[in-house]
């Protein structure tokens, strides 16, 4: 997909004339007017190009104007371009003059512009409108598009200075918007009307109040709730909604599941994303079956928002969700239900900054696949489960601690190297039946664990003084946050 639109506007075009020195003008994309950019050009024509990576799929058009050598603004000019991603590549494109569809002019489409010159000499004075559709290489035609222009008596001002407009059949509630400098901004509640198609009737009138035709816009309004994304303009925040917002916030569809990395509308600005946002309306999303390479690779994502709302009941597949996430200090994901989870491989290898982990919804009573999961996490230190943790149906758990130098189960049992595989994810049960994890429904107030002798650990007592080095003599300790017994 082209990630830029270049845009050349000939002073010889009808559609967008140009006929100034060092000329000055604005464009603006679609109803964007607020986002408008000024700019200046030669004497035959101006270029600019346009970033429309961020654009939805389908046609869009190019809003253009120049100012006039008097130093007030020409008419408004469009010119449509059409963005495509993964859909059928478009074959051609057909345009005809206000209901002239036996008379439509058939273009076929290149990698260039579509520029097209029309006679417009037959035409009586007044408003009219122009329109176009894409046609793919599958045969399905795109949505239509209108724009309107005006032909203006000679000796006479016809230039449009209000619209009158109304939705459907509801011409008893009309209402008027004055064009200012050829604009008009036309601000529609949409929120009561129904799911379907819906025509928009605009009536201009000029400055002796003539009406004119009356011009219908078809548009179909989309209530169908979808799963989606968005990333921010900065790319530094990825937010989950799940309503029938998609069109307007400019989201990308999420799938149910997907298998690889490049399948992420995300994945080319994974490292930019510093915040995770799930909005409410994703707790509504019950039909989520993988969430896969959701997070990998994220490097500067320090904080995940509103993790309570992603639900994960028939999600199957977590393999790798979070590896790589090596800006991630604390994760809690108490909420995540993980009864139909049959691979949590790698799911949080290279959390390297990662300390404490609440996993106490897992229940793994069906999950076959834990290789890699925790490896090389060099600072976790917690990891909180339940008793819904399993590891009877594991068919491979290779490698499942390896690298977690800092980890200590809730009983005191320290990392070791000869132990990294599935055998110690347990609940840590002591000498025993050691294991690497801590029970979070250990209501005894006191865990008892051994004293590691690393220098890094922070000792205070009971009371909350801060000690100097490893204490020598029995007694109830604080280390790193979590109550030990020294016997």
Same mark, same amino acid.
């Given at each position: ?59 869009? *058009? ?64 007044? $408003? ?20 309107? *222009? ?26 008027? %918007? ?48 979808? %799963? ?119 799911? *949080? ?75 110690? %994810? ?41 000690? $100097?080095? /490893? ?13 030990? /017994?020294?016997?």
């Amino acid at each position: 997909m082209h990630k830029r639109l270049i845009c050349f506007i000939l002073s010889f075009v009808m559609s967008f004339c140009v006929m100034a020195q060092n000329v000055s003008f604005e464009y603006w994309v679609d109803a964007d007017y607020q986002k408008r950019v000024f700019g200046s050009g030669g004497t035959e024509s101006v270029s600019f190009a346009i970033d429309i990576s961020n654009f939805a799929e389908g046609l869009h *058009f190019l809003n253009f104007r120049a100012k006039q050598d008097k130093g007030t603004w020409g008419s408004l000019n469009r010119q449509l371009f059409v963005v495509q991603k993964n859909n059928a590549p478009i074959s051609q494109y057909e345009s005809w003059l206000d209901d002239q569809y036996d008379h439509r002019i058939i273009t076929q489409h290149t990698d260039g512009d579509v520029v097209q010159t029309i006679d417009v000499g037959n035409l009586v004075p007044g $408003v009219h409108y122009y329109n176009m559709r894409a046609q793919y290489a599958n045969g399905q035609w795109g949505s239509l598009y209108r724009c309107l *222009f005006l032909k203006p008596e000679i000796g006479v001002d016809r230039k449009p200075k209000a619209v009158e407009y109304w939705i459907d059949n509801d011409s008893a509630n009309t209402k008027m %918007a004055e064009i200012n400098d050829s604009i008009v901004v036309l601000n529609i509640d949409i929120s009561q009307l129904a799911a379907g198609s819906h025509v928009l009737h605009c009536l201009l009138q000029d400055i002796t109040g003539y009406g004119g035709d009356d011009y219908a816009y078809e548009f179909t309004l989309d209530k169908t709730v979808e %799963a989606y994304t968005v990333l921010s303009e900065k790319k530094d925040t990825l937010t989950f909604y799940y309503d029938n917002k998609r069109v307007e916030r400019g989201g990308s569809i999420l799938g149910k599941t997907f298998s690889y990395i490049s399948e992420r509308s995300w994945d080319r600005s994974a490292e930019s994303i510093k915040t995770a946002v799930f909005d409410e309306s994703f707790s509504n999303y019950n039909d989520l079956q993988g969430t896969c390479y959701w997070f990998f690779n994220c490097k500067n994502l320090t904080e995940i928002i509103g993790l309570q709302y992603l639900k994960t009941d028939k999600v199957y597949d977590m393999r790798c969700m979070f590896e790589y996430c090596s800006s991630l200090a604390s994760l809690d994901l108490s909420s995540f239900s993980t009864k139909s989870a049959y691979i949590l491989t790698g799911m *949080f290898d290279g959390c390297s900054a990662l300390t404490t982990l609440n996993l106490s919804g897992f229940n793994t009573a069906i999950t076959q696949y834990m290789v890699g999961m925790f490896m090389d996490c060099n600072k976790l230190e917690t990891i909180y489960v339940s008793k819904t943790w399993s590891t009877e149906s594991v068919i491979n758990g290779d490698n499942m601690f390896s690298g977690c130098t800092s980890l200590v189960g809730g009983s005191g049992t320290p990392f070791d190297i000869n132990h990294i595989d599935q055998e110690y %994810a347990r609940i840590d049960g002591g000498s025993t039946a050691p294991g690497y994890f801590t029970d979070i429904n250990d209501v005894s107030g006191v865990k008892c664990a051994r004293v590691s002798q690393q220098a890094d650990r922070q000792y205070f007592t009971i009371d909350g003084r801060k000690m $100097v080095g /490893v204490p020598t003599t029995k007694g109830i300790y604080i280390v790193n946050g979590k109550v030990i /017994v020294k016997q």
